[in-house]
Each structure stands twice: as structure tokens, then as C-alpha cells.
């Protein structure tokens, strides 16, 4: 007979507010009813860079260990609560009212993602499968990698974030690894605009000079972003061309001597001495 436990949590709503989500629907394992019991598998989708908490709750356990595995890597993840991975975004909330085992992760990254199993052993097995999904947002950015633009010239970069799931996501901007202000600066104008599946900004700069030359990023998160660098150039020719452009005669007058040296070689020949 398995005993089945609907948990709930009243700071659901507020916790989501501030990035922290929290698995529900948690149903608990009678232990002392079964030799082998396994719940079916839970799937679980979570936004990048959120807190998420991996439901675990066995009821009647007794002295019985539980333990936290990464089927992936086959890592013991915990026991008893004692965490044994050196990562530090893992940790165990246990409530011994509630008799549960939630399986936190700070931060959560793509390769957190996995099948996870929380499971107790020895008389009476029992095992909670959790498999969590992480979603990761894409940018976009108008542009290329490197940008060549002239003074003076208009640059207007569009960004726009997709696939994410946090209510209160924003882009924002950073110049050379600085972040710019949400506002934009007296030179830099920053615009958004926002939908229930995308979140786009622009960055948009009247007349450019050699002092806006840098790395333009479009930021969702420290780990999710796009780039482009921006160069600045004269209205002349670049150097290089100049160059390239110089370097013609340099190849015509090897041609040009061995050919004054073939012609006199040709006259001595036919006329001796000149």
C-alpha cells in the first residue's frame, strides 16, 4: 500500500517572484508497507540560473538512510543529508515533520540536467526518480561578430531573448565588460519591450565616434549573452589597402632591369664594345 501526500507550499507564489521554485506535487513512500516500491518518474522543467528543490519524502522510514544519486555519473550526491560532491550549489532540506529529503541546487546550470534519484535501502527499497529539465534561453543579436562603421555614422543594435521561464527576466547591456545603465547614457539611447514569450531591447547611438569603439554585449544572464565588436574607421582608405595599392611596383622592377640587362647583353653580342 503506498500512501500518497499532496505538498504544498503557501510561499510558492512569492518564491517564484524572487527566482526560487519549488517542486509540487510531492507524493511520499509508505516504507513499511512493501519490500520494493518505485514512484513513477517525475519530470521537472526549471529556467536556467533559478533555485530549484528536488522532492523527495518517505513516510514510516524508521532509522532507514536516504540517499540523493545522480544516475548520469552514478554520484552519490548525499546521505542523510551530508552532501559528499565538492559543488557547493548542492545542498539537502530536510524536514523531519514533513519526513522529507528535497534536493536543492543553486543556480542550476544546462548540465545539471539528468535523471536524479532519491532512494532509501537495506530490508525496504524504495526509490523517487526526479528527472529535471533545464531551459535555456537563446540571444540574439542584429549583427555580426566584428563591425566596421565609419564617424559619424548611426548604429542601432536589436537584441531579443527567447525560451525562457522566469516571470521577471531582462535583458540588459555592457560595453567592454561594464554594464550600462537600464536608461542608457546621454549618448546611448536603450529601449525594451517585452511579450509573454520574448524580450527584446535596443541600443541605438545617433552618431558614433572613435570614444563608442569596444564590445557591445546583450545579456540575459552572467552565462547567456551575444556580442559584437565594434570598430571604428575614418572616412579614408584603411592602410592596408594603401599598402597593397603601393606594393605594384615593387613587382614590375625585378621585370623591368632584367630587361635593360637582356637588351645590352643583345647589342655587345651584335656591335662588340658600346
Known sequence: RTTFIIWTNPMYYLAQMFGVVIALGMEGIDSTQMKFAERPQQNLTFQEGSTVYLPCQFLNMGSKSVSWIRRGDAHIISMDGVVFISDKRFSVIRSKKQATWALQIRGVKEEDGGLYECQISGEYEARIPVYLNVRVPSVKLNASPDVNMKLGSKLDLQCVAQDFDAPFVRLYWSLNGTRLPEEGTHEIKIT???????????????????????????????????????????GEKPAAMQRGR?????????????????????????????
Open 246 to 274: 603601393s606594393s605594384a611596383p615593387s613587382h614590375t622592377f625585378p621585370k623591368l632591369v632584367c630587361f635593360h640587362y637582356v637588351t645590352l647583353l643583345e647589342l655587345y653580342r651584335r656591335y662588340g664594345s658600346l
Open 192 to 234: 525594451y519591450e517585452s511579450s509573454a514569450l520574448t524580450r527584446s531591447s535596443t541600443l541605438y547611438i545617433s552618431k558614433v565616434t572613435s570614444e563608442h569603439a569596444g564590445t557591445y554585449s546583450c545579456l540575459i544572464s552572467e552565462s547567456r549573452y551575444n556580442s559584437t565588436k565594434l570598430k571604428i574607421v575614418s
